[in-house]
């Protein structure tokens, strides 16, 4: 063969991977569309005194409180939209009101419920920091948890909880009685309705329960029911990471916005991400850093009624708060 024809076969070939490259893009890289976010101010640092956090891990607002797990600190602490300090309960334990690693954070009816890393239950408190009762013990039988990240509340009290290291996700009474589960026990996947440590849990409006596919990398649909309504993330949404829109580098929290449109907390690419309810890729937010504005591992975050997001911003000890821009993003 001669040196012309090497010399295109190997043109061709370039060609052929520029332009699979190229569909590769455009079929798995969504264009952000719609309006994007604004940062508005930043409150924290690192420490235990009040205002002080140590790895924020979960954060839950009501229309004037801002409630957030101080997780080694084995606290919550209370404030203001603005970031003033109200008040605190908890400290590091096992007791009742008690904290082991309190993680994401979840308001129902009056009462907040917090997942417990260390302790291995969710332990239900009134709004100004009363504990009232627990459900669950550690183990990997039904109705036990091995560090549970997340916990979502329907509307009749049944509670759904991400179980991380048991790799599935369990629907339980009001009262603690195990219902049923999704995933296999102690087995990670990447098919349809399998887990690779879950780490959060949100029920729409609709009841569409969402669950983040922690290191799965993606974030996958149910049905109150339990069955499998569609997922994304990546490439067929199969665990492949990347920093690309539309793909996670770890995704550890969920919640609505306006629009009913979903929010992810996008861990090792320091972002927010904005889908909507069908999993359709709207915007993204934040970048890596540590100055206002930017974000060191964000791990969870919530929306006022007014549409404001507040984030926990793990490494960086703080709380960023973000509103909806008028301006489309670009």
């Known amino acids: 063969m001669t040196t012309r024809k090497l010399l295109k076969i190997s043109a061709m070939a370039v060609s052929l991977v520029v332009l699979l490259a190229l569909v590769a893009w455009v079929m798995f890289v969504p264009q952000a569309t719609g309006n994007g976010y604004v940062f508005i101010e930043a409150w924290g640092s690192h420490g235990s005194e009040p205002g002080q956090f140590d790895d924020p891990t979960g954060i839950a607002v009501t229309e004037d409180e801002v409630f957030v797990a101080d997780s080694r ?146 974030i996958q649909a149910f049905n109150r029911r339990g069955e499998f309504l569609y997922k994304w993330g990546g490439p067929l949404a199969l665990g492949i990471y990347g920093p690309f829109n539309g793909w996670f580098s770890t995704v550890t929290g969920l919640t609505v916005g306006p629009a009913n449109n979903i929010l992810a907390a996008d861990f090792h690419n320091d972002r927010i991400q904005v889908f909507t309810p069908q999993g359709a890729f709207l915007n993204t937010f934040g970048e890596t850093g540590d100055k206002p504005g930017q974000f060191n591992n964000p791990i969870a975050m919530d929306v006022a009624p007014n549409g404001t997001v507040f984030v926990a911003d793990f490494q960086n000890d703080r709380i960023e708060k973000w509103r909806p821009s008028v301006e489309p993003v670009r």
């Open 73 to 218: 600190n084995g606290r919550i602490q209370v404030f203001d939209h603005e970031g003033q300090f109200k008040r605190a309960f908890g400290t590091p334990g096992k007791a009742i009101g008690e904290l082991g690693r309190p993680m994401n954070l979840t308001v129902h009816d009056g009462e907040l419920y917090v997942p417990e890393y260390m302790n291995d239950r969710i332990q239900i408190f009134s709004l100004e920091g009363e504990p009232r009762r627990m459900i669950g013990t550690p183990g990997d039988g039904p109705g036990e948890f091995n560090a549970p990240g997340g916990v979502a509340v329907a509307a009749n009290g049944e509670v759904f909880v991400a179980d991380f290291y048991n790799h599935r996700v369990q629907q339980l009474s009001a009262d603690g009685e195990f219902v049923c589960q999704w995933g296999k026990t102690g087995e990670t996947g990447h098919q349809a309705g399998e887990f690779t440590y879950p780490t959060d849990v949100m029920l729409a409006e609709n009841e569409t329960l969402y669950v983040a596919d922690g290191y799965g990398n993606r």
